[in-house]
């Protein structure tokens, strides 16, 4: 069977990329069943040949206007569709599609009409925040880290920063490469434009990771290795502060003072 990835290097390698994080969430444990999602605006990957590709599939509505995604391209993980299954067949368990003009509606156009996620609209209203922005962020990843989440059911840890500034005291390399810190999002029900518009506005204070009260995290970066990267950091410094406690003590945690000399020598956000 043909395949939109035939002859196209540097889109099969960014599909690729996508199939090789889906198998990491799977095997941490943060994507059970079909839990999680990633969509990826693969935009400059498309050439004259896939501009002319019909679609297999009816448009379809997006449930608002998202203007400035007209005309982009973007990979999804297909709704139900487990994070496992996405590792070893990424075109069996996502889907290629093209937004249509009047930026309300899209097409299926490869390789099969796999329904992206249903959490498509929210992820598509980030890209589109991100484009009108100017942001080179094209990849987002939903997912279920269960340190970070076990955090969120203490109303502690949901005060804004608190948990920022104990993960990044916890090792160094956390505030190095995650100088943007955890935004916090209250709970809101799933799918829902509540969580979507909030979410917005947690990036737009400038966080890259977002975490969801009681659900998971929400990250943007410049690709979707880049996005499980901060995650995956965030995630260990957590499970570190849990070690901690589990050995009975609480963490002393980096100084302020040595957290300042590090934003400082690394030329970190402050």
Not at 37 to 50: K, L, R, S, W
Request: proline share 6%; hydrophobic share 40%.
């Amino acid at each position: 069977m043909s395949s939109i990835l035939d002859n196209r290097p540097a889109l099969k390698a960014q599909i690729d990329q996508i199939a090789e994080v889906a198998g990491y969430l799977w095997q941490k444990g943060w994507a059970e069943r079909n839990g999680g999602n990633i969509t990826v605006n693969i935009t400059e990957f498309v050439d004259e040949q896939m501009k002319s590709m019909p679609a297999i599939c009816e448009p379809r509505s997006i449930g608002k206007v998202l203007p400035n995604i007209d005309g982009c391209w973007f990979y999804c993980k297909g709704t139900g569709k487990r994070m496992r299954d996405l590792a070893r067949w990424p075109m069996a368990n996502g889907s290629v599609i093209r937004i249509l003009p009047g930026c309300s509606t899209y097409e299926i156009v490869a390789d099969m009409p796999v329904a992206p996620t249903s959490e498509l609209p929210s992820h598509l209203a980030v890209h589109d925040y991100l484009l009108a922005k100017g942001s080179p962020y094209r990849a987002s990843v939903h997912t279920h880290p269960i340190e970070l989440v076990a955090l969120t059911h203490s109303k502690k840890w949901l005060k804004k920063d608190v948990a920022t500034k104990m993960l990044w005291s916890m090792i160094p390399e956390t505030k190095a490469f995650c100088p943007r810190g955890l935004g916090m999002v209250p709970y809101m029900m799933a799918s829902s434009t509540e969580l979507a518009d909030a979410t917005i506005k947690a990036i737009d204070e400038d966080y890259d990771v977002v975490m969801w009260e009681k659900h998971g995290v929400f990250a943007v970066d410049t690709d979707v290795m880049s996005a499980f990267d901060q995650i995956d950091v965030l995630n260990k410094s957590a499970q570190i502060y849990i070690a901690a406690k589990n050995m009975g003590f609480e963490p002393e945690g980096m100084t302020e003072a040595q957290m300042k000399e590090m934003t400082v020598a690394f030329g970190l956000p402050k």
